[in-house]
């Protein structure tokens, strides 16, 4: 469902449709790897703007640090941080959030193909 309230809504959307073709193509199972590729290519197929596995500059203070591989960024505002495990955990989330924060990004999403099911979760940091 696209929010107007939040930001990005209409792009997080399309990103978990293509993350929901993945899944019901390829199920739960493989590696992360696997569904980051297939990711990759189902989001082409779609149109969307993205980078894949791109170093990205960890800021502390507004003062660079560091750099740290993301899974995807999409059309330069949303992360996307994959993982295929059996559940998500509060460490997970808490990667998602620091990422945001480090990289200077307002929007990310979690998306976990280890499940049954999808499972997906929205993160917007706060100002």
């Given amino acids: 469902m696209i929010d107007t309230r939040y930001a990005y809504s209409a792009l997080t959307k399309e990103i978990i449709?293509?993350?929901?073709?993945?899944?019901?193509?390829?199920?739960n199972g493989f590696p992360e790897v696997i569904y980051q590729r297939s990711l990759?290519?189902?989001?082409?197929?779609?149109?969307l703007p993205f980078e894949r596995e791109i170093d990205r500059t960890v800021f502390y203070r507004n003062e660079p640090v560091g750099a740290r591989r993301v899974d995807f960024l999409v059309d330069n505002v949303v992360l996307v941080e994959l993982k295929a495990s059996h559940e998500l955990t509060n460490l997970h989330h808490a990667q998602i959030i620091n990422y945001l924060t480090a990289f200077q990004l307002e929007v990310g999403l979690l998306l976990n193909f280890g499940e049954k099911s999808l499972s997906y979760k929205r993160f917007v940091k706060s100002h």
């Fill in 40 to 47: 990759a290519v189902e989001m082409s197929y779609a149109g």
């Fill in 17 to 27: 449709g293509c993350a929901m073709r993945v899944h019901a193509t390829l199920g």
